[in-house]
């Protein structure tokens, strides 16, 4: 079959990579002069500036990308962890370090936020263990018996009763700061 993918962002390429793979004549169409969409890079007055995703959570999916085609994606990326991440400066001056690893940024919490916060960030990277194992069971399936029908159940996201809905991340606001769980902005589909 002969497929036209609309896009070579992430998704686009990757699309585009495992339809070739499984022997389609693929046709990619891109309305910019480079590939990568949100994940691309600004060239300007000598500056690089990569202006999308800051955090790879699941290396394996790129690399399952590659191997789709036949390749190795360590002949051609090179993932070095950076630490920290990135800094989060706010209008008071303070500022927030994006930590690798889950002991390092809860410290980096406490320190910002106090203990209550840095508590309830522990609770939240818990939750985001079990999701990303509950994700990698589901591409494993996925990949190998096309059936979700043996998908584990979700894991129930950590209760905050203190947050505000209508806030998201780390919040500044009257002078103090505060972490505010994320759970209400995630929905299950
Ligand atoms: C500031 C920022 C930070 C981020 N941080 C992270 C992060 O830390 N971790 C993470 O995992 N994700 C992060 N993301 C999200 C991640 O970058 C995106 O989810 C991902 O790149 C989206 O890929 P996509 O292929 O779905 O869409 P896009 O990257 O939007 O690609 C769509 C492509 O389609 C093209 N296109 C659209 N319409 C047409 C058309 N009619 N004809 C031809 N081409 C068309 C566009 O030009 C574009 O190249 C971040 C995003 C941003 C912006």
């Not at 399952?64 to 090179?78: C, K």
């Not at 940024?105 to 522990?122: H, L, Q, Y």
């Amino acid at each position: 079959m002969h497929v036209v993918v609309i896009g070579a962002g992430l998704g686009g390429l990757s699309a585009a990579a495992h339809l070739r793979g499984a022997g389609h004549e693929v046709t990619l169409v891109e309305r910019e002069p480079i590939p990568g969409g949100r994940a691309g890079v600004i060239r300007s007055d000598g500056f690089v500036l990569d202006n999308g995703p800051t955090v790879l959570t699941m290396p394996d999916l790129l690399e399952n990308t590659f191997q789709a085609v036949g390749a190795d994606m360590a002949d051609f990326v090179t993932i070095k962890p950076v630490d920290p991440m990135y800094r989060a400066c706010y209008t008071d001056g303070s500022e927030l370090l994006v930590r690798h690893g889950r002991d390092a940024m809860t410290e980096e919490v406490r320190g910002f936020a106090g203990p209550k916060e840095a508590e309830a960030f522990g609770r939240f990277s818990g939750w985001l263990e079990q999701l990303y194992t509950h994700e990698k069971i589901r591409c494993n399936r996925s990949s190998s018996k096309n059936d979700a029908t043996f998908l584990p159940s979700l894991p129930n996201p950590p209760s905050r009763t203190s947050a505000s809905p209508s806030r998201q991340g780390f919040t500044r606001s009257s002078g103090e700061s505060r972490l505010v769980s994320m759970n209400e902005r995630i929905s299950w589909v």
